[in-house]
């Protein structure tokens, strides 16, 4: 079947692209390169040939036992009426034997004929005969010719077949007949030799002579009679049409209902006697008949009804019989003629006369390659005749072609009929619920796809063309998975990437309408199919062994779906929207996306896509990102409430469903918050608060009660107290400590310490900073770090020394800047002496709770304060401030040496439980 595929793959492809004629030859193409793969695919591996199905072989071995048993018992019961018809235990054994060898074999069996009765090893006596096995030699498989030349040597050995099997004398004198009949009637009109009555009348009874003889030798000579009966009716076709056609002696009703009787009659023969070659030379006869006696007349409507009598009594034929050479006859004949006459004679006016035909003989040779696979349903053989099944809608397609030149859509329109009439058929026989009618089944199917294929190019333009290709991947990779076919299911993966790169490829083209043209469409039906073959890939295979492979697949392939998905929405509203507008559809995708996804996760629909509601957050945190530096905050966008809204909603259901992977999720939504609130703040601030030191001040202050109060604040935070505190609130409390250094730059605006707004901010600060501390080293149960605790030690001198040059920036006016701070005498020496009193400070603290290595540290501090006198101050002071900065550090050091000694060695280990206390 992949042959027929590639041709009309091929053909739609040149069709679309070029022209029919360019069609033609790329199918024909097709057609020989899926001819070369079926062969290749069908060579076996070792040198036995492969039976399709074992199990109708080994049916056929045990209805043929039972009827030569039967035959065995008639036989013995006419030998003696008396005896109990019984096969003799040979037999028996033998019929055991052949069962048993075919239902256990592992090997091919070769297809037999029906055996004679002796063959079998049956014996009508009281003689057992000997058991034996008749064992064929295998062959080896033999080169096939190429697909053309097998084409015609198929017809060549039909030909001969015919001629020279069985009488060859009578069949050869038969054919010859016909022609000098048909030269006489011709010679006879022209020469006015007797009257058309007489000529006439003459042929009718030398076909009835020819009709008795025939049937009056029908059991004696069988053959022979068979061949005498086919002339007669030949005769008669010839003699009805003359009559109608040539001598108008007879109405075109009455003719053809005559010619109708006889197309009965021959097919009633044929039937009766199961003959298929009285039914050949019947039919022959019947279609050679306009073609010896045509005038030139050119009367397409007479030939195209008498043809469709004909193809009616095949039809009937077909309907008893499964005689193909009938069928392949009916089909040749009709098609050539119809073809030669369309190449040749056929106009445009003609269409309305001419396409009820083509309909018809359409409906009779589906039909009857439908027959024919009923009828064969039950052999081993295949019940496809692909010179049928897929020759009709080729060479319909063909003539519709020319008739539907210049008609707009007609040819969509006439694809878009075939296919669903294919689709009926097929519907009808899966109904019948027969397994062996599968093959044919199947290729109906396959050809109604590619029916609506085709139809798509031929309705819409490039773009759409190449979406409507994705959809049908789908389609083949949804049938193939489940009928486990590896080359159909890459056939549609393949469609899908190449349906992409085609629209990708095609000059984009809009309307004066956003997401009502082509462009959207063809991008979201690409999205749309990927998304579909990827949820398929992951929800329903089978277990087969391609399964763990093709759910990586799956994850491409989704990728690939979801990308068309964001392409086919963004590049609308970026074409025909702002830039707003723009922003906020990225948001509400986004939204769409992830609710989507964790529903049809949570409901065990595509469980696999639960990974894009999992990055939800994270890509909120991305987008925000992205779109901080063209927003003045991010609320001037209005889908970013509605965004918070919907994740808070879905981290909300999959706690309720015991999502384990929640924590990071919360973390991601407590950053994701923090941004958007500190953001928030920070344009509020800007815009109502106007001095530096206020809008500083009243951030920290916020800040800091909004850092202590998330600890209360119930879920999310009480159920995910790592997510939202321990890791969600650490950027928070680092930007509070970044802000203590900030705001050590600025000078405030009051002379008073610990009274200006900086210094109670910054008090806010750093209790809600040791708070968070705390209540994170519980939760992380962990000691703090040492790190820890010089960072906050860092952060709170930090901001003792610059509450105290903002006091002396008031108090003395003193720029409040690096040069002019190092350059005053009464700066540094109130550093001196301060940094004196915080060393106190820690040491006594020190040596109180036995914490040696906060006495170090100060001790540090006054090391630090004595080499800034002597390095520093003693040659840039001078007067009384370098007498009160030796005067003053020398005081606090005899009194940190009385009252703070360094605390024993032995009370080191306990530091850390203390500093936990």
Known sequence: MLRWTLFILGLAFGWSTFELKAGLIVGIVGFLIGRWFEERSSQPATPQRQVPNLAQEVAQLKQRINRLEDEVRALRTAANPNSNSTLNPAAAAEAVEIETVASTSSTSIPPTTQPALSDAGFQVGTQPAPARRVTRPVLPPTAKPSPLFALIAEGWNAAQAWLFGGNTVVRLGMIILFFGVSFLLKFAADNQMLPIQARLAGLSLGA????????????????????????????????????????????????????????????????????????????????????????????????????????????????????????????????????????????????????????????????????????????????????????????????????????????????????????????????????TLQLFIDAQIAIGVLLATLAIPLAFDGNVTAAMWAVEGAAVLWVSLRQERRLAMSFGLFLQFAAGIAVLSESDYYTSTPFLNGVYFADLLIALAGLFCAWQLHEKQKDWPLKPRLIQLGWVVGAWGLLWLVKANLDEVERFFSFEVLQNAQILLAIFVAVTAQQLA????????????????????????????????????????????????????????????????????????????????????????????????????????????????????????????????????????LWGFYTALSGGDSGWPVLNALDLAQIAALAALAFWGKAAVRIANRPMPSAGYATLGAACFVWLNAMLLRTIHHQRDIDYTLDALVQSTVVQMSLSIFWTIIALALMLVATRKYWRILWLVGAALLAIVVGKLFLLDLSHISGIERIASFMGVGLLLLLIGYLAPIPPQQHDENQHQDGQD
């Open 208 to 435: 009835a002579l020819l009709f008795a003889t025939g049937w009056r030798l029908r059991a004696a000579r069988r053959s022979y009679a068979l061949i005498m009966q086919g002339g007669a009716l030949g005769l008669l076709y010839f003699t009805i049409y003359g009559a109608m056609k040539l001598y108008h002696l007879l109405p075109t009703t009455l003719a053809f209902g005559l010619l109708a009787l006889l197309g009965v009659a021959a097919a009633l023969l044929a039937i009766r006697q199961d003959a298929s070659s009285l039914a050949v030379m019947g039919i022959c006869g019947g279609f050679m008949a306009p073609i010896l006696t045509s005038d030139g007349s050119g009367n397409h409507v007479l030939l195209f009804s008498y043809f469709a009598l004909l193809n009616a009594g095949i039809f009937g034929i077909a309907w008893f019989k499964a005689w193909r050479s009938l069928n392949l006859l009916g089909f040749i004949f009709t098609y050539a003629i119809a073809t030669t006459w369309g190449v040749l004679d056929y106009r445009s006016e003609l269409r309305a006369s001419t396409q009820p035909f083509v309909v018809i003989f359409w409906l009779f040779y589906a039909g009857i390659s439908a027959l024919y696979a009923l009828k064969r349903s039950h052999s081993v053989r295949s019940i496809v005749d692909g010179t049928l099944v897929f020759g009709t809608p080729i060479i319909t397609l063909a003539l519709q072609s020319q008739l539907m030149s210049g008609v707009e859509y007609g040819m969509c329109y006439s694809a878009l009929i075939g296919a669903l009439g294919y689709f009926a058929l097929a519907g009808y026989l899966q109904h019948r619920r027969d397994a």
């Open 602 to 737: 949570l409901r065990k629909i595509w469980r696999q896509v639960q990974i894009l509601a999992l990055a939800f957050a994270p890509f909120l945190l991305l987008l925000a990102l992205t779109q901080y530096f063209h927003l003045n905050h991010f609320f001037d966008l209005w889908a970013w409430p509605f965004a918070l809204i919907a994740l808070f909603a879905l981290l909300y259901q999959q706690d309720r469903h015991h999502d384990t992977h929640a924590e990071w999720q919360h973390t991601a939504a407590a950053w994701l918050s923090w941004g958007m609130f500190i953001d928030e703040l920070s344009y509020w601030i800007g815009r109502n608060i106007h001095t530096g030191v206020s809008d500083l001040a009243i951030f920290a202050i916020v800040m800091s009660t909004a850092l202590a109060a998330i600890k209360y604040l119930p879920w999310p935070v009480k159920a995910h107290r790592r997510a939202y505190w321990l890791f969600g609130t650490a950027p928070v409390a680092l930007l509070l400590l």
